[in-house]
Structures are given as C-alpha cells and as structure tokens.
C-alpha cells in the first residue's frame, strides 16, 4: 500500500531561520512526487514535481530534493509570508494520475 | 475566468439529506478528482474521473457518487449524509501531465 508520512507535524521559526520539512514514501513505483503549499480556508496550490532521484528544484526561498525513500523542502531565510500547511504527495506508477497525501506540515514564521 | 470553481462554499445540512457538490473546469482537463480533507488524515480520495462517463473508486467512496456526463463537470453527491461526512471537499483536475490544480473547497457541515 502506498504511503507518505510528513514531519514534523508542526514547526515555528523565527524570521531567517532555515529548516527543512521531510516527507517520507512508500510506493511501488514513483512516477512522481509533489509539494503543495495550502494556506488556511483555500485549495492547495502547486509548488513542484520531482520525478527521479537526486532531481532538484527551486522557487524563491524553497528547494525541494528528491532520494529513493522521502524528499525534503528546505526552506532558506523563511519570511511570514511562507507560513502555510505543506502537503507532499505521491502518484505511484501504473496509477489513473491519482495523488496519495501526506498528512503535512503546519509551517508558522514569526517575524 | 479560466480555473476550477467549486460550489457551494459553504453548506448545512441534515442528517439523511442528499446533497450535491459541484465542481467546474474551464481547460478541458481530462482527468478530475474528488478529495475530502479531515484533521489528522490529510487529503484522502473519493472518486476520480478520466474522461466524460469515465468514473471510479479511490479510497474512501462509502456514501458518494459521482456522474461526468460533461468533461468539465464532475458533481460530487452524497446520496444521504451522515455526520461523519462533515469535511473540507476539494475538487482537482489535470491534463495527465502530473501538474494539478485545485479548486477552493467546500465546507460541508452534517448536522
């Protein structure tokens, strides 16, 4: 059965301090994994797509990175704007394009 | 405007009532999905849809149904609710290429 497990369920920063949000899985095959980001009372909004191991992307402050079992979010110098939930999710191979979610990441920046 | 609209925002009802959740894209997308978001479970399937009069089962459709005469509608229906299906619906769609988007939700209440 497939399976993503976030952590840490929460995490408070002060303004500047890095960190990083992992996401681990368990899926037969991966034909990709995903980070959103949700802010509260709206949808989840794309953030990337990775698709094999040791791929990387970035946007602004964030960079997520990709091995064979989880996937980090590194967050550099968080402003409060990037206080948000961060949901990781997976489509495994074979799959009709459905996304199985982790749990997330509540993400809260203080200024 | 081009996107995914969800309707209604918000919604009461009782228990034993049937209600229906709509949902609506402007891209032509051909695949479209319904999830349900709860405290502590994340996003969890409900049904998903390929194509028009394509439907079928994700992990949790015990008490839903869905139709798709039309690609860029895909009604969700809870054919008699129960308090246990109070939750933040979210419709998604996508073309096939891993790139998803979400509508803003709607907050149903069973009471």
């Known amino acids: 059965e497939d399976q993503v497990t976030q952590s840490p369920e929460a995490l408070r920063l002060q303004e500047g301090e890095s960190s990083s949000l992992n996401c681990s899985y368990t899926v037969s095959g991966l034909r990709g994994l995903f980070w959103y980001r949700q802010d509260p009372g709206k949808g989840p909004e794309f953030l990337f797509t990775?698709?094999?191991a040791g791929e990387e992307k970035e946007k602004e402050r964030l960079k997520a990175t990709l091995t064979k079992k989880e996937s980090f979010l590194h967050i550099t110098a968080p402003k409060p704007e990037d206080s948000a939930t961060y949901l990781c999710?997976?489509?495994?191979?074979?799959?009709?394009?459905?996304?199985?979610f982790g749990s997330g990441t509540q993400l809260t920046v203080l200024p | 405007d081009a996107g995914i609209t969800q309707s209604p925002r918000y919604k009461i009802t009782e228990t034993g009532r049937q209600v229906t959740l709509m949902c609506h894209q402007t891209w032509s997308h051909s695949y479209m999905f319904w999830y349900r978001q709860d405290l502590g479970h994340g996003l969890r399937l409900i049904y998903y849809s390929a194509a028009a009069d394509i439907t079928d089962k994700g992990e949790v459709p015990d008490g839903y149904v869905v139709s798709r005469s039309k690609t860029e509608n895909f009604p969700l229906t809870l054919e008699s609710a129960t308090r246990s299906q109070t939750s933040v619906y979210f419709c998604?769609?996508?073309?096939?290429?891993?790139?998803?988007?979400f509508g803003s939700g709607t907050r149903l209440t069973v009471v």
């Open positions: 990775l698709y094999s």
């Open positions: 999710a997976v489509q495994p191979s074979g799959s009709a394009r459905q996304l199985t």
């Open positions: 998604a769609s996508t073309p096939g290429d891993l790139r998803y988007t």
